[in-house]
C-alpha cells in the first residue's frame, strides 16, 4: 500500500520565500504532502491554534532556520518557535535545516534589533543542541539536503502516513486477519469454559481435615496356618501426608513408603 507523509514546513516567511518554495518543490517531488504557513502567511494567535491542528495531522516536521527570528506573539516568543516547541511536545519527528552563516546574509535577511539577534541565537542554540542538524549556505542546497534528511528519517522513524481513499478500503487481507482472530478467541473461550468446569470439580476433592476410607488386609501365620484379616480405617488427609510426606519429598522407593503406610 502506497503511502504519503505529511511534511509540515516551518520557518519565517517574507526572508525565506524562495528558499520554501525550493523545500515544497522537492517534497512534492518526493511524492509528500507540504503543509505549513502558506495556509496564513500573517499568523495570529487564532490562526496559530489551525495551525497545530495542521502540525498533529503532520508525520513530520521540517524546520529551515536563517538570519531572521520572526514575527513575534503575544508571549514575546516567535511564531516559529512556538511551532517547533508544539512539534516537540506532540513527539512530531524534526528535521532541522539551518544557515551555517547568518553573519553573511543581506541586511533584509537578517535582525537588526540586539534583542532580536539574541533570541535567535537561543533559538538556534536550542534546535542545534543534542539533535542531529544539517547546515545549509545557499537555498539551491536546499533541494538535496531534503532528499537526504527525509527519507532517512521516514526509514529510522517511519509515520502513519496518508493513503488513497480507495486503497484503503481495500481489507480484504484485514478482513481475513480479523477472522482468523475470531476463531482464535471461540478457541479460547472454550478453554476458559473448560477449565473452570474442572476447577468446580477440584474444589469438591477431599482435603486437610476431611476423612478418607482406607480399605486394609493383611495375612497372619497362625498355628502353621495363615490367616486373612481385612478391614476398613477412617485416616484425614492431614495424617496421612504427615506419615508419608517427608519420605515423599526425599524421594524414597515406593515400598518403603509402603511399609510405613502399613505401619503408621
Given at each position: ?10 520557518s ?12 515544497i ?7 509528500c ?24 495531522d ?23 518557535e512556538?511551532?517547533y ?33 539574541d ?41 502513519v ?32 469454559e ?24 493383611c ?46
Amino acid at each position: 500500500m502506497d503511502k504519503r507523509y505529511q511534511v509540515f514546513v516551518s520557518s519565517t516567511f517574507a526572508d525565506l520565500k524562495n528558499e520554501r518554495s525550493n523545500v515544497i518543490q522537492t517534497l512534492m517531488e518526493m511524492d509528500c504532502i507540504p503543509a505549513g504557513m502558506e495556509l496564513f502567511p500573517a499568523l495570529d494567535e487564532e490562526q496559530f491554534e489551525f495551525i497545530k491542528k495542521v502540525i498533529d495531522d503532520s508525520d513530520y516536521y521540517l524546520l529551515i532556520i536563517g538570519g531572521r527570528y520572526g514575527s513575534l506573539s503575544n508571549e514575546g516568543i516567535s511564531y516559529t518557535e512556538m511551532e517547533y516547541d508544539y512539534a516537540i511536545s506532540q513527539g512530531v519527528k524534526v528535521i532541522a535545516l539551518v544557515h551555517g552563516s547568518p553573519e553573511k546574509l543581506s541586511v533584509e535577511k537578517v535582525e537588526m534589533s540586539p534583542e532580536a539577534q539574541d533570541k535567535l541565537e537561543k533559538f538556534r542554540n536550542k534546535v542545534t543542541t543534542g539533535r542531529l542538524v544539517k547546515f545549509w549556505n545557499d537555498a539551491r542546497e536546499l533541494p538535496g539536503l531534503v532528499a537526504l534528511s527525509l527519507p532517512k528519517t521516514i526509514k529510522t522513524y517511519p509515520a502513519v502516513g496518508w493513503v488513497r481513499g480507495n486503497q484503503a478500503t481495500d481489507n480484504t487481507e484485514l478482513l481475513k486477519q480479523l477472522n482468523e482472530l475470531r476463531q482464535e478467541n471461540d478457541k479460547l473461550e472454550k478453554q476458559i469454559e473448560e477449565l473452570r468446569s474442572s476447577k468446580s470439580e477440584i474444589l469438591d476433592l477431599a482435603r486437610g481435615d476431611d476423612k478418607i476410607l482406607i480399605s486394609l488386609k493383611c495375612e497372619v501365620v497362625n498355628n502353621g496356618g495363615i490367616e486373612k484379616n481385612s478391614w476398613q480405617q477412617k485416616v484425614t488427609w492431614n495424617n496421612l501426608f504427615k506419615c508419608i510426606g517427608p519420605k515423599i519429598l526425599n524421594g524414597e522407593n515406593e515400598n518403603l513408603i509402603f511399609d510405613i503406610l502399613s505401619e503408621y
